[in-house]
Nanobody, 128 residues
């Protein structure tokens, strides 16, 4: 199983970035997928989650209206479009996979211990 994040970097406040997470080694289209982040000296926190077919999403209040999670199951890829970035968005961003049956009963979890697979992370720095 592999989750490989990309797309991080340095961006000015108010700018945008799109993160990608390429999955392999498991049935990506079955899984709930999520994004988490961890800033220096802080605990890992939930950012967003999406169900198996992309029909439902869930966001942390801190990013609602600014970030959009999406997925392309044909490409085994998860995305996080980030706009109106703020310095407090600076963190390492991780994608994660949560194994649940691929049906409408899927629950979009915001707790890291519910996720089974994790990527290595990509750094996002928001600074002028």
């Amino acid at each position: 199983v592999q989750l490989v994040e990309s797309g991080g970097g340095l961006v000015q406040p108010g700018g945008s970035l799109r993160l990608s997470c390429l999955a392999s080694g498991f049935m990506f289209s079955y899984y709930v997928m999520g994004w988490f982040r961890q800033a220096p000296g802080k605990e890992r926190e939930f950012v967003a989650a999406i169900n198996y077919d992309g029909g439902r999403t869930y966001y942390a209040d801190s990013v609602k209206g600014r970030f959009t999670i999406s997925r392309d199951n044909a490409k085994n890829t998860l995305y996080l479009q980030m706009t109106s970035l703020k310095p407090e968005d600076t963190a390492v961003y991780y994608c994660a996979a949560d194994a649940q049956p691929p049906d409408p009963s899927q629950i979009l979890m915001s707790t890291s211990w519910d996720y089974d697979y994790w990527g290595q992370g990509t750094q996002v720095t928001v600074s002028s």
